[in-house]
Nanobody, 122 residues
Framework: VQLQASGGGLVQAGGSLRLSCAAS????????MGWFRQAPGKEREFVAA????????YYAEFVKGRFTISRDNAKNTLYLQMNSLKPEDTAVFSC????????????????WGQGTQVTVSS
């Protein structure tokens, strides 16, 4: 699976962005998907994950109620709708594909896309 994330940009605090992750290959629907982020000087961290059908979602505590992960298997695309953005959300966001439902560890994801930069100004 090859993954390509897009949709990042510069936004003011309180604003919204929608990230997309386009997957190539016929196996997108057989993978659980996740979003991770890495802020400057910090380790990459789990943001959200979704199961194969899109019926179950998992979130890091710090994004609950603000971010929504979704997928369109017909379009081979993963999304992350981000609302009420805060300056501390500034990071490079990356999408990943794995096997275990609800996985939050980087090591459980086999395929990674390049990141897309999200910058939130105060």
């Amino acid at each position: 699976v090859q993954l390509q994330a897009s949709g990042g940009g510069l936004v003011q605090a309180g604003g919204s962005l929608r990230l997309s992750c386009a997957a190539s290959g016929p196996t997108f629907s057989s993978n659980v998907m996740g979003w991770f982020r890495q802020a400057p000087g910090k380790e990459r961290e789990f943001v959200a994950a979704i199961n194969r059908s899109g019926g179950s979602t998992y979130y890091a505590e710090f994004v609950k109620g603000r971010f929504t992960i979704s997928r369109d298997n017909a379009k081979n695309t993963l999304y992350l709708q981000m609302n009420s953005l805060k300056p501390e959300d500034t990071a490079v966001f990356s999408c990943a594909a794995g096997r275990r439902v609800g996985a939050r560890s980087l090591s459980e994801y086999e395929y990674w896309g390049q990141g897309t930069q999200v910058t939130v100004s105060s």
